[in-house]
């Protein structure tokens, strides 16, 4: 067992060194617990920034905040701290394929200039890292480049043995160790259970049961409030016990979405219903919009990947207003967001709505209208509604707002009993220019809201259902193929991947070479050939015999739809979890649909969710 202790950052990397030295879950959770416990003994203001540093983050994931630095930057940096020239650090790169061990090689083989400033005994500490880590994050204007260069060479400048590793890859924005943020919770609980004095005393089931407890406490209160900066502080004050009194649904900070489970049938739906009250709502096709007023009067909107998007919308801000009634003063409501034809009263599809300007929006000037659909409400004056059934908070939305023609209306939907209803709903939907139905548990425990979970208890009925998959699949462009004929000067067919969050890598699914119009195709040239890299990334899993002409780094992600999925020797999707060893899962006949602008590279679906839709 390591025992790792103090400040410096050191010892820190030593944890990330036993981290990824192995696969097995139990091994990270007790070297990572080991650090987290000692923390807390010994440095307990330090935690916060620890947790942060592990997580590859400066601040909650809602501030949008990004820390991946170029590798262009890096490159620079690296060859000036050490010595060499960007050319050699590069050919370097080429050979191994990961920036970082090409840092801590350059580092510990080459005369530093370190030795010119007489800083080889300042150790890194782990708020000195931190701090810089955030102050390269928030560089902006003219000369921040230079300035992070500058930052960036402080840092290496200080670094020993395999911190200019971890140093590096953490401002690439992945430290690539199999270190889920799942794994990181589990670990926080668990040491903070150890630190209690009273832990040692328990006999083993004892000990096991409030191990439990508290990781399911500490998960429970992150879906709910997703700040390490309010559940770090109530941890070192009152502990896990105490967690749920002082961390709480507060409107200002958003909750990972509910999501649904996509389905297949009608048949599918009425099973997995079987025995409860349901209800069949339209399936819009817009932007989710999560709306928070708070009890200063301030709205604020985010998307369903924790975004900010109060500025992109300020037609929305003014007519929520007039939508809540006048007992009702704070809120977070679930909302589509969707493009709206003001003279036909029509929905207009998502397209639409993508040209809508992001940054920068003046009510005057938008081109696009927009309507707002509420399906859900989840906090309420002061009160959390997410273990109230669906049915109870669906009569608190309907009782707390009031609908405004072509501004804001609550989701159309039914009570469905049988399979008639349902399919003559869905014919209705699909009239509408709706994507289909979602269908929700309405009462008992299986209709509470549950944050950031893809949940059984929701399901989505699309229009194309018989097709074969029953939801399209998102996924991230990581090369392409150069095109021949029409597609001559712009790229011909792209390779896909999923992403599997446990062992942080993209995994290749299919190519895709249809669904394209001439426009789709010289649009993605003109993005992506600016993200060309020469070599795949280190966190690329794929086969030789998929190798595209131009990798990309992981930047876009693309919604797309296939006719059926299939086991394959050579795409690495899933592998080895759905057949042998050695096989993966690939797309049938993949077509593109959209680009997903509302979703980031790790957004994109899921290995997991792969296997559930093949299986």
Request: with cysteine; aromatic share 8%.
């Amino acid at each position: 067992m390591l025992v790792l202790i103090g400040k410096k950052a050191n010892r820190l990397c030593k944890t990330f060194e036993a981290i990824e030295s192995t696969t097995k879950r139990l091994e990270i959770q007790e070297y990572l617990t080991s650090f987290f416990k000692h923390t807390i003994e010994l440095s307990p203001g330090n935690l916060l920034e620890t947790l942060y540093l592990c997580l590859n983050r400066v601040c909650p994931e809602y501030e949008n905040v990004e820390l991946g630095i170029g590798e262009s930057l890096l490159i620079k940096a690296i060859a000036e701290v050490t010595g060499r020239t960007t050319q050699k650090v590069k050919n370097e790169l080429a050979k191994v394929g990961d920036l970082g061990k090409v840092a801590r090689d350059s580092k510990n083989s080459q005369k530093s200039i370190s030795s010119m400033f007489g800083n080889r005994d300042k150790l890194l500490t782990v708020p000195k890292v931190f701090n810089s880590m955030k102050k390269i994050a928030s560089l902006t204007g003219h000369s921040s480049q230079d300035l992070k260069v500058k930052e960036i060479q402080n840092l290496l400048i200080s670094c020993r043995d395999e911190e200019p590793k971890f140093l590096t890859r953490s401002l690439e924005g992945k430290l690539r160790i199999g270190l889920a943020e799942q794994t990181v919770l589990i670990c926080l609980a668990q040491a903070f259970v150890m630190t209690d004095k009273e832990y040692e005393k328990l006999a083993k089931a004892k000990k096991t049961e409030e191990l439990n407890n508290a990781i399911k406490t500490i998960k429970s209160v992150y879906s709910e409030l997703p700040s390490y900066d309010k559940i770090v502080p109530a941890l070192l004050k009152g502990g896990i016990k105490n967690l749920r009194e002082h961390c709480k649904l507060t409107p200002g900070i958003p909750l990972k979405p509910m999501l649904a489970h996509p389905t297949k049938s009608i048949t599918d739906v009425l099973d997995s219903v079987e025995g409860h009250k349901f209800t069949c709502e339209f399936k819009y096709d817009g932007e989710r919009g999560q709306i928070h007023r708070l009890e200063d009067g301030t709205t604020k909107i985010f998307s369903r990947n924790l975004e900010d998007n109060t500025v992109k919308y300020p037609d929305i801000i003014e007519r929520i207003s007039k939508a809540a009634k006048t007992n009702t003063k704070s809120y977070v409501l679930d909302c589509e967001v969707v493009a709206w034809d003001l003279e036909k009263h029509i929905l207009l599809p998502f397209q639409v709505l993508s040209t809508r300007k992001r940054k920068d929006v003046k009510e005057a000037e938008i081109k696009v209208s927009v309507c707002l659909f509420a399906f859900d409400l989840l906090y309420l004056n002061g009160e959390s509604l997410l273990k109230k059934s669906l049915e109870e908070r669906r009569k608190l939305m309907n009782d707390s707002f009031q609908e405004i023609e072509d501004e804001f209306s609550f989701v159309q939907n039914i009570n469905a009993t049988n399979i008639e209803e349902i399919q003559s709903y869905l014919d209705e939907s699909i009239k509408a220019n709706c994507e289909g139905l979602m269908v929700k548990i309405l009462d008992g425990l299986e209709s509470t809201y549950e944050p950031s979970k893809r949940s059984r208890n929701w399901l989505k009925l699309k229009k194309d259902y018989l097709s074969g998959v029953g939801d399209s699949l998102d996924l991230v462009v990581v090369g392409a193929f150069y095109g021949r004929g029409k597609r001559t000067n712009v790229y011909g067919a792209f390779l896909l991947a999923c992403y599997d969050p446990e062992h942080e890598e993209y995994q290749t699914i299919c190519k895709i070479g249809t669904g394209f119009s001439d426009s789709d195709l010289e649009t993605h040239f003109n993005y992506l050939k600016e993200k060309e890299t020469s070599e795949p990334k280190s966190y690329f899993n794929y086969d030789k015999g998929t190798k595209p002409d131009v990798w990309f780094e992981p930047c876009q992600v693309w919604e797309v739809k296939a006719a059926d999925l299939s086991i394959s020797p050579i795409y690495k999707a899933a592998i080895g979890q759905v057949s042998e060893a050695s096989k993966g899962v690939s797309l049938r006949f993949p077509r593109f649909i959209r680009i997903r602008e509302d979703k980031k590279p790790e957004d994109a679906t899921t290995s997991e969710q792969v296997i559930n839709i093949i299986c």
